[in-house]
């Protein structure tokens, strides 16, 4: 047996680097590796670390994954952006992740219900606005406006994060809406206003602010009545696990904060 140990010492550290080298060339699209003067990521090599996290995240989280990026060079930080009701069930299913931030309680505790995820940490909390096209067409001013028969509205669909919250908005209202489209995430939502396909939708505020002047938005104080908190957690299979909670530590940061509400979201 020592013959066969030392006829591989030599072969295996050679394998196990065209290993690594070989996995971080796999996976789908990530966000672009920044240079930086700091030093590399432990163990050397390039490394990536996989975040699941809410639409309404998008353009923030990927802010931040280039911040992250350029403070641990040779590490690539990987998004899978989505509804976080069909983020949590992709992955009760399996699917690798490192990290989860979820739109609201519910979809994390369907994680950490499985034991996938413990401690979430509130990180930032957001409400909703009236989406209208610029030129506003329906001449919508409040949200009693949406529940005429009228005006082509669009939502999330309820077990969307955006869509319970509309929910408890109108409810909150004494309203009844009905939608021409139900979307799975708020992303889509929006951009039936984009493209002017409905006349109003009820979207998070930081959408609004993200689509730089594309729709207006309308405040109302029914969206007092529906905030949404959003809970971030280091998965319990997480991969990169070491990676994972750096990213955490990023988003929960003085920095990460500094980025997020610039966006529009608030503070817990």
């Known amino acids: 047996m020592f013959r066969r140990l030392s006829r591989w010492a030599i072969a295996l550290p050679v394998a196990f680097a ?3 080298l070989a996995g971080c060339g796999s996976g789908g699209p990530a966000t672009s590796t920044a240079g930086a003067s700091s030093a590399p990521a432990a163990g050397g090599g390039a490394k990536e670390v996989t975040v699941f996290a809410a639409a309404s995240l998008t353009g923030t989280f990927t802010e931040l994954g280039k911040t992250f990026e350029a403070a641990h060079p040779g590490t690539t930080v ?4 989505g509804s976080s009701a069909t983020l949590a069930q992709q992955i009760t299913q399996g699917a690798p992740a490192d990290v989860f931030a979820a739109a609201s309680p519910a979809t994390m505790k369907t994680v950490t219900d499985a034991s996938l995820a413990s401690s979430p940490t509130t990180f ?11 030129d506003n067409p329906a001449k919508v001013d409040e949200l009693k406006d949406l529940a005429d028969s009228k005006v082509k509205v669009a939502l999330c669909a309820e077990q969307v994060p955006c869509g319970a919250a509309a929910i408890k908005a109108l409810d909150a209202a004494g309203l009844k809406v009905k939608p021409v489209t139900l979307e799975q995430d708020v992303k889509a ?6 493209l002017g396909e409905v006349d109003a939708a009820l979207v998070y505020k930081t959408d609004v602010i993200a689509s730089a002047g594309k729709v207006q938005g309308i405040a109302f104080p029914e969206a007092d009545k529906a905030i949404n908190d959003y809970p971030i957690a280091t998965l319990a299979k997480a991969p990169a696990g070491d990676l994972a909670k750096q990213f955490v530590d990023l988003v929960v940061s003085q920095q990460g904060k500094d980025v997020l509400t610039k966006a529009g979201f608030e503070a817990p």
């Not at 939502?189 to 984009?194: S, Y």
């Open 18 to 20: 065209l290993a690594g």
């Open 78 to 81: 990987k998004f899978n952006f």
């Open 189 to 194: 939502t929006l951009t039936k206003v984009e």
């Open 124 to 134: 930032v909390r957001n409400k909703l606005e009236i989406a209208v096209p610029v």
